[in-house]
């Protein structure tokens, strides 16, 4: 069964840093798509970064690139999302997501069968 639990959320000031964490359970990393993706109020859910752990390739949404990295540490089995020079616009709810396949394409909702609660990102200016 798997399961993803998502910690490290926070209110930091603009140009600030927060490290989100993804605890999974029942996840092999090296055949799972991993995947953050975020929320603001009143809008879509969207896709943030993706990692697949069968060819360490890592992928960003063009917003965040050079600010926010995506990695994995395997014998813990937990996913991160580093975020640096954080800005207003980053305020979500930020959740992660994995589905048991490459990572190829994978930048929608519904290509993820698995989800973490979520936690909450304030940015303030």
């Known amino acids: 069964q798997v399961q993803l639990v998502n910690s490290g959320g926070g209110s930091v000031q603009a140009g600030g840093s927060l490290r989100l964490s993804c605890a999974a359970s029942g996840v092999t990393f090296s055949s799972y798509c991993m995947a953050w993706f975020r929320q603001a109020p009143g809008k879509e859910r969207e896709y943030v970064a993706r990692f697949y752990g069968g060819t360490d390739s890592t992928y960003y949404t063009d917003s965040v690139k050079g600010r926010f990295t995506i990695s994995q540490d395997n014998a813990k089995n937990i996913l991160y999302l580093q975020m640096n020079n954080l800005e207003p616009e980053d305020t979500a709810m930020y959740y992660c997501?994995?589905?048991?396949?490459?990572?190829?394409?994978?930048?929608?909702?519904?290509?993820?069968?698995?989800w973490g609660q979520g936690t909450q990102v304030t940015v303030s200016s």
């Open positions: 997501a994995a589905f048991p396949g490459n990572c190829i394409g994978r930048v929608q909702q519904f290509h993820y069968n698995y």
